[in-house]
């Protein structure tokens, strides 16, 4: 496995594979189980798989959160390499920006709920580091995991807008045994933390149960708040019932696949994110 720091390099390294079909799984590092199954899945539709690795400043709104985000990359090559990845591009923030870019995206209504209601900033600064990495690594298919859903919305919405020549992968979210969603900062959770975070998919379960039974999505979600009420460590942000393909909202459970629920919390000061697409 390469691993290669430049674009220079990287772009050199596959031009000698120019005639392969190139699959590309863009991380932040601190890799689990759930990326190394969207690394997976590209060895099995691509002749080359690379993966970046970059903590990408400008999507971060909450400096904070920047400077706790855990930087792995000697262990995250290591666990790449064991799966037969065939290259990592892990740029520093210099070789990414020769200078802060001024470009500024809007994703219309998703900059204004969810995530880009909480998080100003945050998918200007997705998509301009998708696009650069785009525009490096010219992937034929590009691999990403549903737990992130809304930038998944923005990602197809930024390859369609701006004709990017590649398809999206979307893969199912990976979860522990019980039931939490895999996440590079699950790692900051503490030990009491761990054992109340699988009440998240519960909580999803639940809201699941209860729009499968005809409840209305507004008593759902009050349902839902509840539900929270006995367990005080949970701060909830939001809690919403979509249309799986809009991510607009709707009053109750759309046909088989077409209705998501979405939640932010924090749990012992780290954010973490779910949904369920049923």
């Known amino acids: 496995m390469k691993i290669i720091e430049t674009k220079i390099e990287i772009q050199a390294y596959l031009k000698s594979n120019s005639?392969?079909?190139?699959?590309?799984?863009?991380?932040?590092?601190?890799?689990?189980?759930?990326?190394?199954?969207?690394?997976?899945?590209?060895?099995?539709?691509?002749?080359?798989?690379?993966?970046?690795?970059f903590v990408n400043p400008t999507q971060f709104n909450n400096s904070e959160d920047l400077l706790k985000?855990?930087?792995?990359?000697?262990e995250d090559c290591n666990k790449l390499k064991e799966i037969g990845c065939d290259a990592v591009f892990a740029p520093s923030f210099e070789e990414m920006y020769v200078s802060m870019p001024t470009i500024k995206f809007d994703f219309g209504h998703l900059e204004h709920i969810m995530e880009g209601k909480f998080r100003p900033g945050h998918f200007n600064g997705v998509g301009i580091v998708v696009s650069k990495l785009f525009n490096i690594v010219k992937p034929t298919q590009a691999y990403f995991g549903q737990k992130d859903i809304q930038q998944v919305a923005v990602i197809k919405s930024l390859v369609k807008d701006l004709s990017f020549d590649?398809?999206?992968?979307?893969?199912?979210?990976?979860?522990?045994?019980?039931?939490?969603?895999?996440?590079?900062?699950?790692?900051?959770?503490?030990?009491?933390?761990?054992?109340?975070?699988?009440?998240?998919?519960?909580?999803?379960?639940?809201?699941?149960?209860?729009?499968?039974?005809?409840?209305?999505?507004?008593?759902?979600?009050?349902?839902?708040?509840?539900?929270y009420k006995s367990f005080q460590q949970f701060e909830l942000e939001y809690f919403?019932?979509?249309?799986?393909?809009?991510?607009?909202?709707?009053?109750?459970?759309?046909?088989?696949?077409q209705t998501a629920v979405i939640i932010a919390t924090y749990l012992d000061g780290v954010r973490l994110i779910d949904n369920l697409i049923f």
């Open 69 to 74: 985000y855990p930087r792995t990359l000697e």
């Open 240 to 257: 919403e019932i979509t249309d799986y393909s809009s991510l607009e909202n709707i009053a109750f459970h759309k046909a088989e696949g």
């Open 166 to 227: 590649l398809k999206i992968i979307v893969c199912d979210t990976i979860r522990e045994k019980n039931g939490l969603a895999m996440s590079s900062r699950n790692r900051r959770l503490s030990e009491n933390a761990k054992e109340i975070a699988p009440k998240i998919y519960e909580s999803l379960l639940l809201a699941k149960k209860l729009l499968l039974m005809g409840v209305n999505a507004e008593n759902t979600k009050l349902e839902i708040r509840n539900f």
């Open 19 to 53: 005639n392969s079909k190139i699959g590309f799984i863009p991380t932040m590092g601190a890799l689990h189980q759930g990326h190394l199954e969207l690394v997976k899945r590209s060895k099995e539709e691509n002749d080359v798989s690379v993966c970046s690795i």
